[in-house]
T-cell receptor, first 108, second 118 residues
Framework: AQRVTQPEKLLSVFKGAPVELKCNYS??????LFWYVQYSRQRLQLLLRHISRESIKGFTADLNKGETSFHLKKPFAQEEDSAMYYC??????????FGTGTKLQVIP | NAGVMQNPRHLVRRRGQEARLRCSPM?????VYWYRQLPEEGLKFMVYLQKENIIDESGMPKERFSAEFPKEGPSILRIQQVVRGDSAAYFC????????????????FGAGSRLTVL
């Protein structure tokens, strides 16, 4: 079975502070991990994927197989980062499982 | 390319009625996923389909719920004899048919269908 855990429902940080959204996964095979974001009144959309090792809007995420984690980080939060963030795992047969999401609130 | 289209956007049903939610994937996408989002909760996987084939329906309730993705036309999520607990937002997403392990299985989401059961 594949599972994604996001332990925080809500994360509040001040503008300019560092952000870390936690994601842990459980999967017996080789996982493909993604972060999706949903801004207010917009559709859920891809933010970044582990295989690309990219930085999008200042966010990065490193896959740590030893800790089975894929935490999302940004050194300096901006107000426009306020949104709902979902960690997702693609496992067997390309089934995509999402975590319960973390709402990021950036306080001006 | 209009993206993933879901309709209706809002649907109101009385207990015992049937609800049908439709999803047209992006052009060129052969895989469709359905997720349910209850108030204050995240996305819960329901079912994953290819054309004319259900690949994984492990998240579907055993009774009253069914899904199809016919050769022609949209994917349909059908809920029979709805109950108040079925009230939720139902999201559809599509992806191309990619080699597993490519890391490119990115989902494109629709705007969702909000079902309210009175």
């Amino acid at each position: 079975a594949q599972r994604v855990t996001q332990p925080e429902k809500l994360l509040s940080v001040f503008k300019g502070a560092p952000v870390e959204l936690k994601c842990n996964y459980s999967y017996s095979g080789s996982p493909e991990l993604f972060w999706y974001v949903q801004y207010s009144r917009q559709r859920l959309q891809l933010l970044l994927r582990h295989i690309s090792r990219e930085s999008i809007k200042g966010f990065t995420a490193d896959l740590n197989k030893g800790e089975t984690s894929f935490h999302l980080k940004k050194p300096f939060a901006q107000e426009e980062d306020s949104a709902m963030y979902y960690c997702a795992l693609t496992g067997g047969y390309q089934k995509v499982t999402f975590g319960t999401g973390t709402k990021l609130q950036v306080i001006p | 390319n209009a993206g993933v289209m879901q309709n209706p956007r809002h649907l109101v049903r009385r207990r015992g009625q049937e609800a049908r939610l439709r999803c047209s994937p992006m052009k060129g996408h052969s895989h469709v996923y359905w997720y349910r989002q209850l108030p204050e909760e995240g996305l819960k996987f329901m079912v994953y389909l290819q054309k004319e084939n259900i690949i994984d329906e492990s998240g579907m309730p055993k009774e009253r719920f069914s899904a199809e993705f016919p050769k022609e036309g949209p994917s349909i999520l059908r809920i029979q004899q709805v109950v108040r607990g079925d009230s939720a937002a139902y999201f559809c997403a599509s992806s191309p048919n990619l080699r597993q392990g490519s890391g490119a299985n990115v989902l494109t989401f629709g705007a969702g269908s909000r079902l309210t059961v009175l």
